[in-house]
């Protein structure tokens, strides 16, 4: 695997994780909101497959399937968005449903194809962390965008907030637990090759770890912590300001995250 799968990794993911997201906020956000994310989601996946490495192409492959799987995600998507408010409302759903499932089966089979044979055990949590950083992705933006919204809705209840950052709290607890599970197996139970995982976390290169535990697991939880305070007491705009650093505290973990799966093929 190359830097380049770090990128599309971090992409895919996020969109992925934005579409899961969608079917967790009410239409009472309205059909721009719909739109926007949704348009923001395909573009992701658009750039994700554009910038696609030599090693994630189409054929017989696991990667093969988990690309095939994100075309349809990627296709469903488009119709879902170009409908949006439009036409043929109806099908809509279908439309959305089909993009989360395509992209759940993206995120199984690509974590088993990154797993690389590596045995059942590395594989299952290798899809685990895949889910996990797609569901806190997605809940982080989706929880920021949202905060915004209430600029251009004011009258959305408060409580449309308190429920995606509700995810957001769970997704970061799942993805700490998912994550110290790892790093468990990897000091511990792993035969993983070269010096092994605990003399790297205490070398020079191991500072990558450490800045993705702190800035991609403890902060979003601190921050998640403080937007949830702040929306009890109906500050919509202070919990986006909050919002607005945790969805960047997560992105820098989710992306060290990706670089520490391809240069020590640990999945944390």
Excluded: C
Aim: hydrophobic share 60%.
């Amino acid at each position: 695997m190359t830097l380049a799968f770090v990128l599309f990794l971090s992409l895919a993911h996020l969109a992925i994780g934005i579409i899961f997201t969608l079917v967790l906020v009410s239409k009472v956000a309205g059909v721009k909101f719909f739109r926007f994310n949704a348009g923001f989601a395909a573009t992701l996946l658009l750039v994700a497959l554009a910038m696609r490495p030599d090693e994630v192409a189409l054929g017989a492959t696991a990667q093969g399937a988990a690309m095939a799987a994100l075309l349809v995600a990627t296709g469903a998507l488009l119709i879902y968005w170009a409908t949006i408010g439009r036409v043929l409302a109806w099908l809509r759903p279908l439309w959305l449903w089909t993009a989360v499932l395509s992209g759940a089966v993206a995120l199984v089979v690509g974590g088993m194809a990154a797993a690389d044979g590596a045995g059942t055990p590395v594989a299952a949590m290798t899809v685990a962390s895949f889910f996990t950083s797609a569901a806190l992705l997605g809940g982080a933006s989706t929880a920021m965008i949202l905060g915004h919204w209430y600029l251009v809705i004011p009258s959305m209840e408060v409580s449309l907030l308190q429920s995606i950052v509700k995810f957001h709290i769970g997704s970061t607890a799942l993805r700490i637990l998912v994550v110290a599970g790892v790093v468990w197996w990897a000091l511990v139970a792993a035969e993983l090759p070269g010096p092994g995982f605990e003399r790297y976390i205490f070398s020079i290169d191991g500072v990558f770890f450490w800045q993705r535990i702190l800035f991609g697991l403890l902060g979003p939880m601190v921050l998640a912590y403080m937007t949830w305070e702040t929306a009890k007491i109906r500050s919509t705009q202070s919990a986006t300001g909050i919002l607005y650093v945790d969805f960047f505290t997560v992105i820098v973990g989710e992306v060290l995250a990706k670089y520490l799966l391809v240069t020590t093929a640990v999945p944390v």
